[in-house]
T-cell receptor, first 113, second 112 residues
């Protein structure tokens, strides 16, 4: 089992460019999450999904879109990147919504110039 | 939003020493969680606490869910070099993973 994988590991964008971050999990988990982690701050939830074909907004959703076309994949899109979106992005998955353990990916470090 | 304050921000200790760190908030949480995050990796769950006053151990790690439900503590006994990393606390406001708040972490350095 690879667990949760993220692609790419690093990316540099110019302001206004778009990109998609891919998260994949092989644990047959129903729930998937996208977080961002900034220096001096805790992880903040961007969007999450409670199952294939469903998405919902988290704490900081502005400027991001997501899609969950397949159960094992959760995509995070930036349509027009801004310097404020420079961050480390983590994907996570869990089997259920309650207190089930979240398994995190290794992160994607994104820099927007 | 509801913030979690972790302290200390960083600690430098000698191998073999015990370590204590804590997480506080002005909000009440239903669940407290402690993670360890290594450089270039995502957080890995160490301990989960579900009831006020609960004390739970995982090897040399012991964590407590504060009676007020607004704080939690993590202790590491007899530290070893592989304990190095960032320890992150998290609280669930409503018992759901989509309603969690994370602390900024305590960076632990262990000198051999």
């Amino acid at each position: 089992n690879a667990g949760v994988t993220q692609t790419p590991k690093f990316r540099v964008l110019k302001t206004g460019q778009s990109m998609t971050l891919l998260c994949a999990q092989d644990m047959n988990h129903e729930y998937m999450y996208w977080y961002r982690q900034d220096p001096g701050m805790g992880l903040r939830l961007i969007h999450y999904s409670v199952g294939e074909g469903t998405t919902a907004k988290g704490e900081v959703p502005d400027g991001y879109n997501v899609s969950r076309l397949k159960k094992q994949n959760f995509l995070l899109g930036l349509e027009s990147a801004a310097p404020s979106q420079t961050s480390v992005y983590f994907c996570a998955s869990s089997s259920g919504q309650g207190t089930d353990t979240q398994y995190f990916g290794p992160g994607t470090r994104l820099t927007v110039l | 939003g509801q913030q979690l304050n972790q302290s200390p921000q960083s600690m430098f200790i000698q191998e073999g020493e015990d370590v204590s760190m804590n997480c506080t908030s002005s909000s009440i949480f239903n669940t407290w969680l402690w993670y360890k995050q290594d450089p270039g990796e995502g957080p890995v769950l160490l301990i989960a606490l579900y009831k006020a006053g609960e004390l739970t151990s995982n090897g040399r790690l012991t964590a407590q869910f504060g009676i007020t439900r607004k704080d939690s503590f993590l202790n590491i006994s007899a530290s070893i070099p592989s304990d190095v990393g960032i320890y992150v606390c998290a609280g669930q406001l409503s018992g759901n993973n989509n309603d969690m708040r994370f602390g900024a972490g305590t960076r632990l350095t262990v000198k051999p």
